[in-house]
Structures are given as C-alpha cells and as structure tokens.
C-alpha cells in the first residue's frame, strides 16, 4: 500500500494533470483527493496558517510544541483519509495505513518495527494511518503507545466515534484531538463542480444541470464521497445515452435522482449521534416544537433506530414533561409502545408519530417529577422518622398490644371521603411535596389538592 501511494507521489503531482495511471481506474472521489491543504474543501477551523495540521503538512515537526500525532474525529465523507494523505506527502515521509477492521496486534508491531527501522536507516518518517481506530480493543491501541511514544511514527487515527470513549486514555493524550465538521452545502457544490471539470476527475466530458447539482448537494448531507460517488453514476447514466456526435451529455435532474434517491442520514445507533438525536427529540417535544420533534423522529426511524428505544423515552417523556397537565398523554405512549412491540416496522412509525405529537402539543408540567425528587432528597438525608402509629399494619398477632391502628378514621366512613389525620411521620407534617401548576388539567387539580390538604391537616 506504501508502494503505490509513493508511485503516486510521483507521477502527476505537478500542473493538475491527467491521473496517475495507478489511479486511472480509481473511483472519482479517490481521483479527486487533494494533494495539498490548499485543495482541502471545508474543515478551514484547522486549516489557518501556523496551525498544527499545515506545519505536519510542511513536515515540521510539532516536538517542542505539542504531540505529533492527531486524531481525527468527524462524519464520513469530511476528509479524514484525505488529511492523512496529505499530510504523508510532506518531507518524503513514508506512508502506511492500516484498517483497525481487519489489522492486528501483528500488524501494528510490525508497521511499528518496520517504521523504527525506516528512521534509524534511512533518516525517514513514517506515517500511520490507522482508520477506524474506535474498532481497535485496549490491547490494540496500547500496541501503537512505543511508536508514538517514541516518535517510530507521526500516527493519522481516524474516527467516527468520540475519541473522549472509543480511544485509551495514554494515546490520546499523546496525540493532537481534531474535530472535523460536515462540509457545507457550499462546499459539496465547489467540490462537484470542480470533479466535472478537473482533468483528474470528469474532464469535462458531461455537463451538469443546475437541478441535478441541488439535489447532489442536497442529498449527500455533507459527505464529500457521497457526493463524488452519486456524480460519477449520474454521469456515467447521461454518459450511456445516444447523442448526436459531438453533443456533450447533460446530467440531469432524473440522472441525479437515479443515482441517489434518498439524503444520508448522519446517526451512528452505538454513538454520539444515537443520544444527540434523542435528546433533541425530547427536548423538542418538551418545548412543544411538534414539527422538530417529527423531524428528530424521522431521523431516529430512517437511520434503523430501535423502536422500543424511541417508545420508551416518549413513555418517559409522557411522565417527566407532561405529567397531570395531561394525564392521557402517558395512556397515549404506553399504548404506543405496546403497539410498536406488536406490529413493528414500518408501520410503527404512525403509532410513534401518533404519540410524538400528542406529547408535544399536550400543556406541560414537571410537577410530579419534582414532587418524587423532593421526596427521595428527604429520605436520603435522613427525613421521616417512625410511620404513625394509628397508620401502621395491625392485622397481626401482638399488633393491637402495640397500639397499631389505634384511633385510626376510615376515609370511606367520613362525610367527603377524606378523614381528617395526621398521615405523614412527625418530621414531615405540613411538607408539600407535589405543587401542581396553572397549566392543563393540573390547573383544576391544583385547586382539588388544596382543598384536600385542608381537610385532612384541619387548616
């Protein structure tokens, strides 16, 4: 793999000329891989002058400053393997990459030997780009710490999981943590319109009408290779048709749509996404945005999110946001969620929508939630004491010599139903746990409860 990216370095590295033969039947997106920093589309917060990444891309080195390895944590497509790359060409480094997919504790020693011996003989560096590093166990990674350690290696790791928990404390604190960003729509449209023209891409064999480059752009929800990729096939499409000579095929708008019907979803279910997602649902549904909260749910169910999953934060939520506002609302999500456990996908996603929105638009109230917090905090510290006697069990052999339901009122034998006595132990009479708000049902109830709190304490 070092072999051929060096052949690469060789041959058309100068003027932007045809591709180097050894990539000539490469896809479009590796075609088109930028050869400096200045090609890099996108990612300009880690590309100003002076900055880590363009003084390893000159082949300073980052000794006397900071750590000269780097992580890169971003989406697919925002040019993790690309930076690797470049930064490879700096200085007649060597490059080797590895896949933390299908390499090993072998491999990684021997890249790591191979890299010592490359430095002590030849005065070269290597460069590692281990892709996918959140794959590698802690045993794997703690096999890179003597090349970096030792400088054997300058080490590219890339990821799309936060490193703060797919990578072993030691490495990452020996390297250089950057975050990439999803290229902008603006960016995918430079980057597309330069493929269509750039001799190492489509050479301007096919044109692109401005209706297919929207919905290109549009779709690929940031991710350069997508982009690329779904360009190549649309053209290769408008490329297949009959022409009159000399005609140059257009892409259009049904060649686009041919090639990508349906936007990336950016959503890992075992990562950062998967929780970010969630919390926006909920924090949408509790901010009564019912058209966010449809969207977040939209995400959650193209992206393959678990249903259950999704049903079971809106039963939670029906609780912890609506709560006696709405008392129907919590009905409304346990019966989503045992419906949702009963017929599945696709068709769960109406019960789940059903249920999203009827939560999102209920009146809101976290009372009861405060009221079981307030509650637990007390008896945590030690608040309560001894259960009154007149409430305690007394159908028991030795219980009425204790004095255990002496004196005791039966609600149901009271005028109202309600018995005025003491029902909380001595420490937590007149404590008011539950304040219901103005808001909804609640607003009724809370006028019931006072008039209940009346009645039983005497007030």
Not at 245 to 270: I, K
Request: charge should be neutral.
């Amino acid at each position: 793999m070092a072999d051929l990216f060096d052949q690469d370095l060789e041959a058309g590295d100068e003027g932007g000329g045809a591709a180097p033969a050894v990539l000539a039947g490469a896809p479009l997106a590796v075609r088109m891989r930028p050869r400096t920093l200045d090609d890099v589309v996108g990612q300009q917060h880690l590309l100003g002058e002076g900055s880590p990444l363009r003084r390893l891309a000159a082949g300073t080195d980052l000794g006397r400053a900071g750590p000269a390895s780097v992580v890169l944590w971003g989406p697919p497509g925002t040019g993790k393997t690309t930076l690797a790359h470049v930064l490879a060409r700096a200085g007649g480094r060597r490059f080797a990459e590895l896949s933390a997919v299908t390499a090993g504790v072998k491999d990684v020693r021997r890249v790591m030997e191979e890299a010592r011996d490359t430095r002590d003989l030849h005065r070269r560096q290597t460069v590692l780009f281990l892709d996918e590093i959140h794959r590698f166990t802690k045993a794997q990674q703690d096999a890179l710490l003597p090349g970096v350690e030792n400088r054997w290696v300058v080490l590219v790791a890339a990821t799309t999981e936060n490193p703060s928990f797919s990578v072993v404390a030691p490495l990452l604190s020996r390297s250089l943590l950057l975050t990439l960003r999803p290229l902008t729509d603006e960016d995918v449209r430079g980057l597309l319109r330069r493929a269509v023209a750039d001799p190492r891409g489509l050479a301007g064999e096919v044109a692109v009408e401005e209706e297919a480059l929207e919905h290109l752009v549009r779709l690929a929800g940031g991710d350069a290779r997508r982009a690329l990729t779904c360009l190549e096939a649309a053209a290769g499409a408008a490329l297949a048709e009959d022409l009159p000579a000399g005609a140059v095929p257009a892409v259009t708008l049904a060649h686009a749509e041919q090639a990508l019907d349906r936007a990336a979803v950016r959503y890992d279910r075992a990562g950062d996404q998967h929780y970010d997602v969630a919390s926006a649902l909920i924090k949408s549904i509790r901010g009564s945005d019912v058209d966010a909260a449809l969207h977040y749910l939209a995400r959650m169910v193209e992206a393959g999110e678990d249903p259950r999953f999704i049903a079971r934060r809106l039963v939670i939520s029906a609780s912890e946001d609506v709560g006696m506002a709405d008392p129907t609302a919590l009905q409304t999500a346990v019966a989503a969620m045992t419906a949702v456990a009963s017929i599945g996908m696709p068709e769960g996603r109406i019960v789940l929508a059903q249920a999203v929105v009827h939560l999102a638009t209920a009146p809101k109230s976290n009372a009861s939630y405060l009221a079981v917090d307030a509650a637990i905090a007390d008896v945590r510290a030690g608040r309560g004491g001894a259960v009154p006697g007149h409430l305690r069990d007394a159908h028991y052999a030795g219980a009425q010599r204790l004095g255990h339901g002496r004196g005791y009122v039966y609600a149901h034998d009271a005028p109202r139903g309600v018995a005025q006595q003491q029902y909380p132990p001595d420490e937590l009479v007149g404590r008011d746990y539950y304040r219901p708000t103005d808001r909804g049902h609640e607003a009724a109830l809370r006028e019931r409860v006072e008039r209940l709190r009346r009645l039983v304490r005497g007030g």
